[in-house]
C-alpha cells in the first residue's frame, strides 16, 4: 500500500493525530472558539459554512463555528443536505434550531450525485462496489455544494473530523475529509460528546448512535459496526489506555491501511 506510515504504535498514532493527554470540556469548548475566532479574522473571509446532518459532529461544529462567528461579526452558514428525503430530518432540524446560524441553504445532491452514478454505470465500470462507491459520491457532492455556496459568500467551509474517525479512515478521501478548518481535530469521540453536552446541545442528539448513512444496501449504518470496534476502545487506544489485541489490531490495521487519506497527494 503506498503511503503506508513506516510504523503504527500506540504513542505514535497520538502524538500524529494531536490527541493530548489532558481535557477539560470547558476550556477545550472555548480554546476551540478562541481559535475560530482568530482563524476567521486572520484569514479575512466572511463567515464559515458547514452542512448538518443531524448527528453530534456537525452539531458541535456548527455551534462552535457559530458562537465564533457571533463573536466576530460574521455569518454562519448552515446547509442542509439531503440525498432526496432525509429519514431522520427532524433531527437535522433540531440541530440546525440549537446552532442558531445566521442563515440556513438547502441543497437536495440526489440529482447530481444519480447523475453521474448513471453515467459511470452507463460507461461499463465494473458495478461490484457500485452502491459503496455512490456512497462516496454522495459524500463528495456534498462538499462540492459546500464550497460552492462558501465561494459565493467569501466563506471558509468547517469540517467534522475528528481524532476517532481519523484513526479509523472513516471519511471520503476529497469529501468530508476536505475543509478549510477542523474545529473538532485531535478530539476523541467521547470528547467530542462533552463539548455537546457543555454547549447544551439536545441530550437525543449528543447520545444519537453515529451512522455515516451512505450506503443504500445497508442504510443507516452504525459506525461502530463497520469498523467492528467500538468509539469506547477506539477512544481508550486514542487516550493511551490499555485495549483488547482484538481491538489495537483492528484500529492499527485500520490507520495502516487509510494513511493515503489523510495525506496531500503522493508524488515521485
Known sequence: MPDAPDAVD?????????????????AETGRRIDFLVDYL???????????ISGGVDSTVAGRLASVACA????????????YGTQSDEADAAAA????????????????AVDALHEATTAAGVDPGVADFVKGNIKARQRMVAQYA??????????GTDHAAEAVMGFFT???????????????????????????????HLVEKVPTADLEELRPGLPDEVAYGVTYAE??????GRDVSDRARTAIEEAYRRTAHKRRLPAGP
Open 10 to 26: 500506540q504513542g505514535t498514532v497520538r502524538a500524529e493525530l494531536g490527541v493530548p493527554d489532558e481535557f477539560d470540556p470547558v
Open 41 to 51: 479574522e486572520r484569514s479575512g473571509a466572511s463567515g464559515y459554512v458547514l452542512g
Open 71 to 82: 463573536r466576530a461579526g460574521a455569518s454562519f452558514t448552515a446547509m442542509r443536505l439531503p
Open 96 to 111: 440546525v434550531a440549537f446552532i442558531e446560524p445566521t442563515s440556513t441553504v438547502t441543497v437536495d445532491i440526489k440529482p
Open 149 to 158: 455556496v462558501a465561494g459565493r459568500l467569501g466563506s471558509l467551509v468547517v
Open 173 to 203: 478521501k476529497y469529501g468530508d475529509g476536505a475543509f478549510d478548518v477542523g474545529p473538532l481535530l485531535g478530539l476523541t469521540k467521547s470528547r467530542v460528546l462533552a463539548i455537546g453536552r457543555e454547549l447544551g446541545a439536545p441530550a
Open 234 to 239: 477506539i477512544d481508550d487506544y486514542l487516550a
